[in-house]
Nanobody, 127 residues
């Protein structure tokens, strides 16, 4: 079984930056694709970004493209999300996720392609 622990959330003013981290343990981290999702207040969970197991392939939601960057350090078993030019609409609980074995190379934007989730970290962007 894998454990995912997010950190780095907090309160930031619009236009600011945050870097989220997701530390993984229990499963071979570099053998699986990963992703970031978020759940804004009162809304359903939505896709943010995905990365292949080697890190060469990435994809982003249109709402964050050009502002957020997903990356991973397989030597440290850690996934990152660099968030720049934050907007109030980015306010949400952010979750990292690890792909099912079927999608271990690249999982993309569908939540059903992931089977392990962190507990989430709150990001609040004030206007």
């Amino acid at each position: 079984q894998v454990q995912l622990v997010e950190s780095g959330g907090g309160l930031v003013q619009a236009g600011g930056s945050l870097r989220l981290s997701c530390a993984a343990s229990g499963r071979t981290f570099n053998s699986y694709a990963m992703g970031w999702f978020r759940q804004p207040p009162g809304k359903e969970r939505e896709f943010v970004a995905a990365i292949s197991r080697g890190g060469a392939m990435t994809s982003y939601a249109d709402s964050v493209k050009g502002r957020f960057t997903i990356s991973r350090d397989n030597a440290k078993n850690t996934l990152y999300l660099q968030m720049n030019t934050l907007k109030p609409e980015d306010t949400a609980v952010y979750y990292c996720a690890l792909a099912k074995i079927t999608y271990r190379d690249y999982a993309g934007r569908l939540p059903d392609a992931y089977d392990s989730w962190g507990q989430g970290t709150q990001v609040t962007v004030s206007s």
